[in-house]
């Protein structure tokens, strides 16, 4: 999180429009956090798209489409790879936007499939709010053990792996 992965999908796909190519954009359905529809980053820059509940979804609605965005990727099912793949085989540009780890570190959803199959990858980073090296992850900071949490500054926090290790340690101690 605080990455800028949103702000450059966004970018990305504004750019395609502006080229003049067909482009979808969609997100999960479950992602309200600054819109129904939009996808909208920390900064505000949004997007107009399709929140849908299933990657099967995006098959249906792709027809005579150049580019297709993807937000938030990792809240989506598995199915989520083969359909880029279809999609991609069809000749449309596919760009995504989603965090590699959950809170943990641990791989997130369909994330790592992705990276896999992709013929390009670019990974993001944010700073850590600590000591201001690059993030390694996103660090929940409130009490909540659910994989799938909704949040912005209030829930997480950019840290780097030292730091994050530290916060680990730090969590530990308090619950003994």
């Known amino acids: 999180m605080f990455s800028g992965k949103t702000e450059e999908l ?40 399709t929140p849908i509940d299933s990657s099967a979804s995006m098959l249906l609605l792709c027809s005579n489409i150049d580019v297709v965005g993807i937000d938030e990727a990792q809240f989506f099912d598995d199915g989520l790879v083969e359909v880029c793949n279809t999609l991609a085989n069809r000749g449309i540009r596919v760009i995504i936007a989603g965090l590699d780890m959950d809170y943990k570190g641990i791989p997130f959803g369909p994330i790592p499939s992705l990276c896999a199959i992709a013929d390009e990858v ?17 660090h929940r900071t409130i009490a909540n053990d659910k994989r799938v949490l909704l949040g912005e500054k209030e829930e997480y926090e950019p840290l780097c792996r030292n730091c994050y290790q530290k916060a680990i340690e730090e969590s530990a101690k308090k619950s003994q």
């Not at 395609?16 to 920390?42: G, L």
């Not at 670019?122 to 709010?129: E, L, T």
């Open 10 to 49: 966004i970018r990305r796909l504004k750019r395609a429009k502006f080229a003049r190519q067909q482009v979808e954009i969609f997100k999960p359905a479950i992602d309200t956090r600054y819109s129904e529809e939009d996808v909208i980053s920390h900064d505000r820059n949004a997007i107009h798209s």
């Open 122 to 138: 670019s990974k993001v980073h944010a700073i850590c709010v600590k000591c201001g090296d690059l993030a390694y992850l996103s």
